[in-house]
């Protein structure tokens, strides 16, 4: 509803020009101001998108008080009521962007015609306002769609490297900038922590928000070069668990993995987040992995790492007899090299843990992972790792026993159907009741590609039959097809097909024309 404010010293012209008014716009609410002084206050509350000004008044002139309200309101449109025809007067008027003036006294059809024109204009620029705030807000929905996509790619999954460029384009962060990950681990039923918790995230700095898998809720987040590493990650890890004190739960726990430069090795820091998760009874309930107690040398780290990171890819892919071997070698290595035996069950319990944190992302509640007692020799290492990985396995099994034959023709059936939506893994894991690591898994095994390769190949197939369409416009099939800029969506197809998709179409049309 548009919002009209009368300006006038003069009580009788006030109520004659709200008469006038209210019978030409009966929409319009129109509200009164007396002087200057009362028009600022109501220009605040009121809010009107009109004011209807008299320019000579008591104390504050009208083209003071037009210079004041636009201040704080540079919106707000101004029509001078005067009777003065004077030009030092339209002159300051034309410089505070006054829209028009009406002479007093001026007919009722005159008043109507000047204000109607500029109500007209406030219509108009409202609706622009309005198309423009609802595509922002759909931009923004999509971003955060963008944003929990690529984490969940990053973290657990291989994805074609254009695709990840461009979503990060998107995003608009530069991925050349130092990175590490926080593992978050809530309570069960932490749902309603999610948009807090990435509120707070958002006001901490730059930072990739995950989506929450089973209880773990993985962050990237982007160095800040004016702090230090460990001071803005405490800060950022107090800011989060500040949002538990009033519930006072112990389940909330932040892992800390290590900084690194480039997004090739962002899963590294990611799984040195979990195992900083190992213990969440610690008082403080955050830790760097840094600070987990390694009894090792500097030099045995590179190894460490590199045993994570395939110890990490093997249990994602379920391939229990490659985890077998690979626990059995890397006991035996440490036995060779003369290792002591606490050190080497140390390190066997670490990469159990982050085969328990990743089964829990994937829906699988494995429980506590403990070695029952110390042992004695190697030999009875070896045995009780067995006997947890055998427990390990066996929950991995019955879960996907559990898991319907046709779940994928579901899922690409979703695809093929919602292709035009702003779809994540996130949101099929949802539609399908399965985690989003586990369709990531089921396409690689299946299909043989990644899920956002097919639904790129969807949405191309689809753009292609559109292309065939003459009274389509390019921008009209970005949208038609799922996605919000045009020149994201040329990229993709030429990626895709090798031409542009207006070359594509000229080869089309060209065809046709011969037969």
């Known amino acids: 509803m548009m919002r009209l404010l009368i300006v006038d010293d003069e009580p009788i012209e006030r109520e004659g020009m709200e008469a006038i008014l209210k019978k030409a716009f009966p929409d319009v609410l129109i509200a009164q101001a007396k002087n200057g002084r009362m028009a600022i206050d109501l220009a605040d509350s009121f809010q009107p998108h009109l004011v209807l000004m008299d320019i000579m008044m008591p104390g504050m002139t009208g083209l003071e008080t037009i210079e004041k309200i636009q201040e704080n309101h540079p919106k707000i449109k101004f029509v001078m009521v005067t009777a003065f025809d004077m030009f030092d007067y339209a002159r300051q008027a034309i410089k505070l962007g006054v829209k028009d003036y009406v002479l007093k006294p001026s007919k009722a059809s005159e008043i109507a015609l000047t204000v109607g024109k500029v109500l007209e204009e406030c219509q108009k620029e409202q609706k622009v306002e309005s198309t423009s705030r609802m595509q922002s807000e759909k931009l923004e929905q999509a971003l955060s769609l963008v944003e929990t996509d690529i984490v969940t790619q990053l973290l657990f999954d291989h994805v074609h490297e254009v695709h990840i460029d461009m979503l990060v384009e998107m995003l608009n962060i530069r991925s050349t900038l130092e990175k590490f990950v926080m593992v978050l681990v809530l309570p069960e039923g932490a749902q309603n922590y999610y948009l807090p918790i990435k509120e ?44 538990n004190k009033e519930r006072q739960e112990t389940e909330w726990f932040v892992g800390i993995g290590q900084v690194c430069q480039t997004l090739d090795d962002i899963r590294q820091s990611y799984q040195e987040a979990l195992i900083a998760t190992m213990d969440t009874s610690l008082a403080v309930k955050y830790r760097f992995y840094m600070d987990v107690p390694a009894l090792t040398l500097e030099t045995d780290n590179l190894i460490v790492k590199q045993q994570q990171k395939d110890f990490f890819e093997h249990i994602r892919l379920g391939e229990w007899v490659a985890i077998r071997t690979r626990l059995l070698d890397i006991i035996q290595q ?131 039959k559109l292309l065939n369409d003459p009274e389509k416009s390019l921008k009209e099939i970005t949208f038609e097809i799922g996605y919000h800029e045009p020149n994201y969506f040329s990229k993709v197809f030429k990626k895709m097909c090798g031409v542009s998709p207006k070359d594509y179409r000229k080869t089309l049309w060209s065809k046709q024309a011969k037969v």
Not at 220 to 241: G, N, P, V
Not at 424 to 446: C, G, N, W
Not at 452 to 458: A, P, Q, R, S, V
Request: with cysteine; glycine share 4%; aromatic share 10%.
């Open 200 to 243: 707070r995230v958002r006001a901490s700095g730059d930072a990739w928000v995950g989506a929450l898998n089973g209880r773990q809720l993985p962050l990237i987040i982007f160095r800040d070069s004016k702090k230090s590493f460990r001071s803005q990650a405490i800060a950022l890890a107090t800011a989060i668990l500040s949002l």
């Open 334 to 464: 440490y036995e060779n090299v003369g290792n002591s035996l606490i050190y080497t069950q140390q390190r066997i319990l670490e990469l159990l843990w982050v085969a328990n944190r990743v089964m829990d992302e994937m829906g699988m509640e494995v429980g506590s992972l403990f070695f029952s007692f110390q042992a004695n020799d190697y030999r009875q290492l070896r045995t009780e790792t067995l006997l947890l990985l055998e427990q390990m396995n066996s929950v991995y099994n019955a879960h996907y026993d559990q898991i319907e034959a046709d779940k994928i023709h579901q899922v690409q059936q979703y695809i093929r159907e919602h292709s035009h939506e702003d779809i994540s893994l996130d949101t099929l894991a949802q539609r399908v009741s399965l985690s989003p690591i586990y369709i990531s898994k089921m396409f690689k095994e299946k299909l043989g590609v990644n899920y956002i390769d097919y639904l790129t190949e969807c949405r191309i197939d689809k753009a292609k």
